[in-house]
Structure formats: structure tokens, C-alpha cells
């Protein structure tokens, strides 16, 4: 399936923990073979780092990590830059290629 969402794009949670939804954030990663997305800010996580000494003498700092985790495509929702609503998207095809469009109020994504 193609993915209609593109890095840099700006979303909106729609479904899922109840801290995340209705948050909005921008996509950072787009992983089209698993059908998900990253997006900046969203579905944080906490990762407990052990001290690791590498071959070169060098460690890595110990703590926690606080990174940003995928989450699937069909839970979020593409924010329309002119009318700033979450809509469904359409494509429009002519001889330059084809654009994406808001289904609201037929403006252009890219």
C-alpha cells in the first residue's frame, strides 16, 4: 500500500494512549514496509541504558533515554496547511504529476 504521508508533514493523533490523542506533531520517520510513522514528541518512551564499554575505551553514558517510538499510520490523521483541520486526502493528477489534496478544502500539500 502507498503511504500518503511524507517527513515533515505535520499530523494529528487520532486514536490511541489517551495522553497522545489529539496531540498534533511532525513526522520525523515514515517506515512504509510496517505501515508506520514517527512523529516528533509522540508516543514517548523510556529506555534504561547500562554502562558499555566499546573496544575503543570509550563509554556509553548510562541512564534513560527518552526516545520517540513508531506508531501505525492508520492512527493518525494529515493536518491541511490552509485550513489547519485533519482531512482525508485526496490525489490529483495532471501533467506536471500528482498532488496531494485536502478533501475539505481542495488545497494543494505540496
Given at each position: 500500500?502507498?503511504?500518503?504521508?511524507?517527513?515533515?508533514?505535520?499530523?494529528?493523533?487520532?486514536?490511541?494512549?489517551?495522553?497522545?490523542?489529539?496531540?498534533?506533531?511532525?513526522?520525523i520517520r515514515v517506515l512504509?514496509?510496517?505501515?508506520?510513522?514517527?512523529?516528533?514528541?509522540?508516543?514517548?518512551?523510556?529506555?534504561?541504558?547500562?554502562?558499555?564499554?566499546?573496544?575503543?575505551?570509550?563509554?556509553?553514558?548510562?541512564?534513560?533515554?527518552?526516545f520517540e517510538a513508531p506508531?501505525?499510520?492508520?492512527?493518525?490523521?494529515?493536518?491541511?496547511?490552509?485550513?489547519?483541520?485533519?482531512?482525508?486526502?485526496?490525489?490529483?493528477?495532471?501533467?506536471?504529476?500528482?498532488?496531494?489534496?485536502?478533501?475539505?478544502?481542495?488545497?494543494?500539500?505540496?
Amino acid at each position: 500500500m502507498k503511504v500518503k504521508i511524507r517527513k515533515g508533514d505535520t499530523v494529528e493523533i487520532i486514536s490511541g494512549r489517551l495522553d497522545d490523542k489529539g496531540k498534533r506533531g511532525e513526522v520525523i520517520r515514515v517506515l512504509p514496509d510496517e505501515n508506520r510513522i514517527v512523529v516528533q514528541g509522540i508516543n514517548l518512551r523510556t529506555k534504561h541504558q547500562r554502562q558499555v564499554q566499546t573496544q575503543r575505551g570509550r563509554t556509553v553514558n548510562p541512564g534513560r533515554i527518552r526516545f520517540e517510538a513508531p506508531l501505525d499510520i492508520s492512527n493518525v490523521m494529515l493536518v491541511c496547511p490552509k485550513c489547519s483541520k485533519p482531512s482525508r486526502i485526496g490525489v490529483q493528477r495532471d501533467e506536471s504529476g500528482a498532488h496531494r489534496v485536502c478533501k475539505h478544502c481542495q488545497a494543494l500539500f505540496d
